[in-house]
């Protein structure tokens, strides 16, 4: 395969993100500027204030992701960048600078689908990964399952229907108390918990579906709270963030390997920024194991937002010419 080397920005949320990764597999360097602390004071990401974050950073971050690799705007074979889906005015900022670099440079421009930049996070850290698999998808703005035949077709098998799985995580810890982004303290929290302290709701939907939906079991979660609270009842945060947790976790596992069970793939792949959790990982990992298909999932730096995956996504569309035209533009809900 050509080592083509590909410098990849991705500014589709609040994080301002720059890699050089060679031949879709060798990474030097990732950098991601996060806007955590200035979204935090509001609860969540506040899409006028990403813009301008993004502003102020892109140039930095993207001079500190070719120092890092060493290499110079004139060694780049292709400039990749996320054009959907996302907040409009903050795939804008990646855009307009990848389009002026890349006509300056006069190399290809990679328009990259961002989920498409999550499944490819695993082709990163496993290149030889066996097709055809399943991909469970869980981020903050997506929950799908998809069937990659090959690095050209693929297919939804089931989406959520209201809340993403990272949107429940961040609402229940909002209601928890916890801080924004409120995955990851959840998960923390979850760990002093019993998950079976309280019995929360499964939605498996109609017979044999694959669809999704968390926003009656983030019900239950408020519904159970303030019960507890108008009846002087004691709570546990823990134990309800453990047991939020399995409830979750049960309905994604258990239809992941249902799916591909149905579809015959040959393996099962984890992506999206849910994918860091690492209860989501050993319990899909065990299920895998149970059921005898090979399971991959990238590591978490790789699984929440960054540009190498974005970079490594960009190179399979290089091998195939699979150019941009200069005028592309932002597409909030581009489909996958
Ligand atoms: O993929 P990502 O970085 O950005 C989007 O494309 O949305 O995903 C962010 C989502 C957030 O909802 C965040 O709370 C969730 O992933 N997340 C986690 C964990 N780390 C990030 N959820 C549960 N446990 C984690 N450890
Ligand atoms: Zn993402």
């Known amino acids: 395969m050509e080592p083509a080397t590909i410098l990849a920005i991705e500014t589709s949320c609040d994080e301002t993100a720059a890699a050089v990764v060679i031949g879709g597999r060798e990474i030097r360097s990732n950098i991601v500027a996060s806007q955590i602390a200035s979204h935090r004071r509001f609860g969540g990401v506040v899409p006028e204030v990403a813009s301008r974050h993004h502003m102020e950073n892109i140039v930095p971050v993207v001079a500190e992701a070719l120092e890092v690799a060493g290499l110079s705007f004139y060694e780049l074979d292709a400039v990749a960048v996320t054009y959907g889906p996302g907040l409009v005015g903050a795939l804008l900022v990646g855009l307009a600078y990848a389009k002026s670099l890349a006509y300056a440079l006069d190399k290809p421009l990679i328009g990259v ?8 996070a695993g082709f990163l850290q496993y290149p030889e990964l066996p097709l055809p698999a ?6 903050g703005g997506h929950t799908n399952l ?9 297919r939804i098998l089931g989406s959520t229907r209201d809340d993403a799985a990272g949107e429940a ?3 229940v810890a909002r209601v928890l108390g916890l801080p924004y982004p409120g995955g990851p303290e959840l998960e923390k ?3 002093e918990g019993d998950p079976r302290a309280v019995s929360f709701p499964r939605a498996w939907l ?4 694959l669809d999704f939906s968390f926003s009656g079991l983030k019900s239950a979660v408020i519904n159970y709270l303030h019960h507890a609270q108008q009846t002087g009842a004691e709570v546990n945060p ?11 976790v049960e309905v994604l596992v258990t239809k992941t390997i249902q799916a591909a069970r149905r579809f015959n793939a040959c393996s099962i792949l984890l992506a999206g ?3 860091a959790n690492g209860f989501l990982r050993r319990e899909m990992a065990a299920a895998a194991r149970e059921a005898a298909l090979p399971f991959f999932c990238p590591e978490p730096r790789l699984c929440t937002d960054n540009a190498a995956m974005i970079a490594c996504a960009a190179y399979y569309q290089y091998l195939r010419r699979d150019f941009a035209p200069l005028d592309l533009n932002a597409i909030p809900d581009l489909p996958l």
Do not use: M, N, P
Not at 146 to 154: I, M, N
């Open 273 to 275: 920024g849910v994918a």
């Open 134 to 139: 399943v991909c469970l998808v869980v981020s």
């Open 146 to 154: 998809v069937y990659l035949e090959s690095h050209t077709r693929r």
């Open 189 to 191: 929290l979850a760990r």
């Open 206 to 209: 109609e017979e044999g579906s």
């Open 113 to 120: 689908h961002h989920l498409l930049g999550h499944i490819y």
């Open 169 to 171: 995580f961040d609402k």
């Open 238 to 248: 823990a134990d309800v963030a453990a047991s939020f947790q399995a409830a979750v």
